[in-house]
C-alpha cells in the first residue's frame, strides 16, 4: 500500500474492486479540501480521529469521532480540519469509476483545476 501526499495531508488506498473504493484519509491541522463534486460516485465518511467541519451543498456541519455522512453522487461537498490536532476519516466510494478526474472542483485552496 503507497500513501499518497496531497497539500492538506494524505491519502491511503484500503481496498477497492470494480464496485467501491475504501480510504484512509489524513487531513492536517488548518486545512481543508476542494469544493468538488462527482458525476460516478457516492461516498461516506466517518471521522475516527479528530472533529470536521463538513459542507454538503448549503449546508455546514461540525462531526467528531465516530460520526459520519453520507455525500451523495453529484453532491456539491468539502471536509475542513479547524482543529490544531490530525483529522483522520474514512471514505467508503460507491459507483461505477473511482478515477481522479472524476473530481469536478468549484473552489480550491491550492489552484488545482
Known amino acids: 500500500m503507497e500513501i499518497t501526499v496531497k497539500p492538506w495531508g494524505d491519502f491511503l488506498v484500503l481496498d477497492e ?11 492536517k491541522p ?9 458525476e460516478k460516485r ?8 479528530g472533529s470536521a467541519t463538513v459542507r454538503l451543498e448549503d449546508k455546514t456541519m461540525e462531526l467528531k469521532e465516530n460520526e ?7 453532491a456539491l461537498h468539502r471536509v475542513a480540519n ?5 483529522m483522520i476519516f474514512i471514505e467508503v466510494q460507491v459507483g461505477s ?7 469536478i ?6 489552484g488545482r483545476q
Open 97 to 103: 469509476y473511482f478515477g481522479e478526474d472524476d473530481i
Open 30 to 38: 488548518g486545512e481543508i479540501l476542494s469544493l468538488q463534486t462527482h
Open 68 to 74: 459520519s455522512i453520507f455525500i451523495p453522487v453529484k
Open 82 to 86: 479547524n482543529s490544531d490536532s490530525m
Open 105 to 110: 472542483r468549484y473552489d480550491d485552496k491550492y
Open 42 to 49: 457516492s461516498e461516506h465518511w466517518t471521522i475516527v480521529q
Open 17 to 27: 474492486n470494480s464496485t467501491y473504493k475504501v480510504k484512509r484519509i489524513r487531513v
